[in-house]
């Protein structure tokens, strides 16, 4: 039993993830290599490897013809008089398996055997690693800081590392050295190096994946997150619902005295989180994307995929919020282009008027209509574009 070859597959298995099969190929391969190299060929060459003691037998497939002037290449003919003393009872026209001895190789066809082999190893790792992580894509990770790459962070994931490029980190966060963080792996791609890691901490989903991860109610199904607008590094707004009567999605988010969310704000470097209740009724579900400000009226259109919204007076500049963020936000959080009105603007305002859908609507029916927006701030109104 070859005690050492096997030990070393054992370890290469364990370490590198490695199957001792692929392993057991490449051996096979690198000897049908060295046969190459030191023959010229080995087209009738066959290896054969235990798998259960990693003995090994290399031998060649050769033609036995009758006198040795009749030879005409030792590669692939043999004798009979040689033949004979392999085995006696081997016929003119029989092939003949004769084993080759690898000590015998010469240094070349050795070193060879011996690239044919660690290239097999290095191809399988990166593919071993590659699939790790192609299988966490779109999923959060923990990563160790390593350096910066001009603008951009090289993070360490374990086995293999990412870059965070410049347009997916948040503004005004740094990064120092050794420092654990956690990152949404946007994509991976299978490259001669290995595999290349690209990762995020700007994306919307890195914040829902860390409530998944925080909150057991929305881990297990019973909560789930609907919708979510982020504008990292200032604000994120999540619409929860709950599958459950008896379970509050918002409370289950935001936990014992905060502890969840704060658990999630804290590794954003003190992003806000807004968590709201998701409602089927689009009008509803608007009134609560545009908390903290109060609302007088709704008045939403599911087919324009509009809403106009009446605050109180002093309520405009909260519910409109700075540069439009909470506007902003709300739009696209519902999938509304959202047009926000003081109730004295809404007076002289068409479609911001209870009587201006009198005739097609009862009073109980205004805030029933609605559903999904975007953004754009341009005189009270929020419209898809994302742009201020």
């Known amino acids: 039993m070859n005690k050492e070859l096997m030990e070393a597959l054992d370890i290469l298995e364990r370490e590198k993830e490695i199957s001792k099969e692929t392993l057991f190929e490449a051996i096979e ?77 010469g240094r070349i066809a050795t070193q060879n055997a ?41 993070i360490n994931l374990g086995k293999a590392d990412a870059m965070l490029n410049e347009s997916e980190q948040v503004k005004g966060e740094t990064f120092r050295p050794t420092e654990r963080i956690k990152v949404y792996i946007l994509e991976v791609k299978s490259t001669p190096k290995g595999p290349r890691i690209n990762v995020s901490r700007t994306h919307p989903e890195l914040v829902k994946r860390l409530f998944e991860a925080e909150v057991v109610e929305i881990k297990d199904g019973t909560v789930e997150i609907k919708s979510i607008a982020r504008e990292a590094g200032s604000r994120t707004k999540i619409a929860v619902w709950s599958n459950n009567p008896n379970v509050d999605p918002v409370g289950a988010c935001v936990g014992m005295n905060g502890a969840r969310v704060n658990a999630i704000v804290e590794e954003l ?18 009134q609560n994307a545009l908390s903290p400000a109060k609302i007088v009226a709704v008045f939403a259109d599911p087919d324009e995929k509009t809403a106009k ?14 540069e439009g963020q909470n506007a902003r936000l709300a739009a696209r959080l519902t999938g509304y282009k959202i047009d926000i009105k003081s109730e004295t603007q809404a007076k002289d305002a068409p479609g911001f008027r209870y009587e201006d859908y009198m005739g097609d609507y009862e009073d109980n029916e205004f805030e029933e209509e609605g559903e999904y927006g975007e953004d754009l701030y341009e005189e009270g109104e929020y419209e898809e574009s994302g742009e201020e």
């Open 269 to 286: 470097r003190g992003e806000k989180i807004d968590i709201i209740n998701w409602d089927e009724n689009p009008g509803n579900l608007i």
């Open 29 to 105: 391969n690198s000897l049908l290599t060295a046969c190459k190299n030191h023959f010229g060929k080995a087209d009738n060459v066959k290896v054969e490897i235990d798998r259960e003691t990693c003995d090994f037998l290399v031998y060649a497939e050769k033609e036995v013809v009758a006198t040795k002037e009749e030879v005409e290449d030792d590669c692939l003919q043999i004798a009979l008089e040689d033949a004979r003393e392999l085995s006696e009872k081997v016929q003119v026209g029989d092939i003949l398996n004769t084993e080759i001895k690898s000590k015998e190789f």
């Open 309 to 322: 919204v009446v605050v109180p007076d002093y309520q405009l500049s909260l519910a409109i919020g700075k």
């Open 114 to 154: 011996k690239n044919v082999i660690l290239q097999k190893i290095r191809e399988e790792e990166r593919s071993v690693i590659y699939n790790q992580y192609y299988e966490k894509e779109k999923d959060v990770v923990t990563g160790v800081v390593q350096r910066y790459v001009g603008k951009n962070i090289s």
